[in-house]
């Protein structure tokens, strides 16, 4: 396994609901100290990271397509970042998957987690992906 696991994919309706997990394996990625997307692909298209958390400075993000239905959060205790996903739309369906980013202070943080998004350039640290698929 590598240092990035997700889990909790899996096929619900639209309108249903998901909480994947992202779990970090320890040194080098300690979620505490890191800045963490979560990332999607559907067939054919570009990736697009939906989420990102920079829990040490308060910070969030979430891309138009899914904000006020997806929430990340993390658990600094067991080194795991979620996503719950809420009112699911067939459009939601892709891999998805988390990665994560040296975030140890201000300046690798701003630089990780802009006010546009993830720069996933600074990102290091990838999961395998789950696969998330709604149905209409």
């Known amino acids: 396994q590598g240092p990035l696991v997700e889990s909790g994919g899996g096929s619900v309706q639209a309108g249903g609901s998901l909480r994947l997990s992202c779990k970090a394996s320890?040194?080098?990625?300690?979620?505490?100290?890191?800045?963490v997307a979560w990332v999607r692909r559907t067939q054919g298209k570009e990736q697009e990271a939906v989420a990102g958390?920079?829990?040490?400075?308060?910070?969030?993000y979430y891309s138009d397509s899914v904000k006020g239905r997806f929430s990340i959060s993390q658990d600094d205790a067991t080194n795991t970042v979620y996503l719950q996903m809420n009112d699911l739309e067939p459009q939601d369906t892709a891999t998805y998957t988390c990665?994560?980013?040296?975030?140890?202070?201000?300046?690798?943080?701003?630089?990780?987690?802009?006010?546009?998004?993830?720069?996933?350039?600074?990102?290091?640290?990838w999961g395998q992906g789950t696969q998330v698929t709604v149905s209409s």
């Open positions: 958390i920079h829990s040490a400075g308060g910070t969030t």
């Open positions: 320890g040194d080098p990625v300690i979620v505490s100290r890191a800045c």
């Open positions: 990665a994560a980013a040296p975030c140890l202070g201000p300046p690798q943080a701003r630089a990780a987690l802009t006010e546009s998004g993830p720069n996933l350039r600074n990102f290091y640290y």
